[in-house]
């Protein structure tokens, strides 16, 4: 057996420092996204890019892409040129339903999608994969499709245009063209290719080793004949957080030779756990997140506990030093959340050259957070089973495109 490179093995150690795929985000310090990117072969989203975002739509890019919440992507500028030839296009987006409540990390891609879906004026589709959950959880089938439900209103509340948006889970949804879609994809991905994506192993049950196509094929709109009918040449456009890569690493890989368009993706970072950048915010830690089920007193409770802190450990230090931005959570959050780009450098600045405390950030960060969830909290309540039944009907969305 020949011997292990050096290159080979700085990818092992590297690999084995930050893991990220569609189940698992852990890390040994910060994310590393440029090592991702690397890794992924995805590209920056650029300046540019993002110029060329705000010519197209004449608005201002959302708060994600003047940030770089959303820092990298496959095909977007093909896209853009779609577009601006006159052709159109189509948002998928999911949610994996293991939870009752959303936390904040969550409704990130549907802030994002429902921008996109706003200055596009395109349709979407979001998949619940209820069966995803019943595979990799511990949950039967029948809190699955509940969990599904649940979540559907989370989504909902954040806006979405019915007239433009089918969402549905997989239980409910998955055969005839869609199921069609599936197969073809599974007889161009060998078993060594999708261990070879995934990290398979071999006591994993084949459930796991057949659901990839599952998620793959909502990109190509003949899955949606009672939408895309004579459509078949659609592009679409995934926004997504970038540990669902491989799932669509491996759907362009055979969607050319089923003889589609390979799917763009722009995807987000991860919006870090309270206690600070080394993965994501974990549903199994209540304290890691802010849920959108949250009062007041929790988000507050939550903030000044648990946020961990870039400044000094004595106020005299801090005057003196600043405090660490890189490292400091209720800097991460209020790069999220607070809209005002003014506000947030002044509040960077002040903070890192120790004018402002670190009380002072967190009872700042409070207010928008709350702000948040309740404006989130109120929409959730408006929506109703009916209403979850009309997104998830299976219908043609007549006026999709204007």
């Not at 549907?110 to 200055?119: E, N, P, R, S």
Request: aromatic content about 12%; glycine content about 6%.
């Amino acid at each position: 057996m020949a011997a292990t490179t050096e290159v080979e093995k700085n990818n092992l150690e590297e690999e084995a420092e930050q893991v990220v795929n569609p189940w698992e985000v852990s890390s040994k310090g910060k994310i590393d996204y440029d090592k991702l990117i690397d890794r992924f072969g995805c590209q920056k989203l650029d300046d540019a890019l993002i110029s060329r975002i705000e010519r197209l739509t004449s608005r201002t890019p959302h708060v994600f892409l003047r940030r770089r919440v959303f820092f990298a992507h496959r095909d977007f500028a093909e896209i853009l040129d779609a577009y601006e030839r006159g052709d159109k296009f189509y948002l998928y987006t999911g949610r994996g339903p293991s939870s009752e409540a959303l936390h904040l990390g969550h409704l990130i891609p549907f802030m994002f999608t429902k921008y996109l879906q706003d200055v596009f004026k395109v349709p979407l589709v979001i998949q619940l994969t209820d069966d995803e959950k019943f595979f990799w959880k511990n949950l039967t089938v029948e809190e699955c499709r509940r969990l599904a439900r649940e979540n559907a209103k989370d989504i909902i509340a954040c806006g979405f245009d019915i007239s433009k948006t089918f969402i549905f889970s997989d239980f409910n949804y998955v055969g005839g063209s869609f199921y069609k879609n599936m197969c073809e994809v599974a007889t161009r991905v060998t078993y060594n290719q999708a261990v070879g994506i995934f990290g398979f192993a071999g006591e994993d049950h084949i459930g796991k080793v057949s659901f990839p196509p599952v998620q793959a094929v909502p990109s190509f709109p003949s899955s949606f004949p009672h939408l895309f009918s004579g459509k078949e040449n659609l592009r679409c456009l995934i926004p997504c957080a970038i540990d669902q890569d491989p799932y669509f690493r491996m759907t362009r890989d055979v969607a050319p030779r089923m003889g589609f368009n390979k799917p763009a993706l722009i995807e987000s970072i991860f919006f870090p756990a309270l206690q600070g950048e080394t993965g994501k915010m974990s549903a199994s830690d209540p304290n890691s997140a802010i849920y959108v089920t949250d009062s007041a007193k929790d988000i507050k409770n939550k903030v000044n506990k648990h946020a961990f802190s870039g400044g000094q450990d004595s106020i005299e230090k801090h005057r003196q030093l600043g405090a660490n931005l890189e490292v400091d959570i209720p800097i991460k959050y209020l790069s999220f959340f607070l809209e005002d780009d003014a506000e947030l450098e002044h509040i960077k600045k002040e903070y890192g050259e120790g004018r402002m405390l670190t009380g002072e950030v967190k009872q700042r960060l409070v207010q928008v957070l709350t702000e948040v969830v309740e404006r989130h909290r109120r929409a959730r309540a408006s929506v109703t089973e009916e209403m979850v039944d009309a997104f998830m009907a299976v219908r043609p969305l007549p006026h999709m495109f204007d």
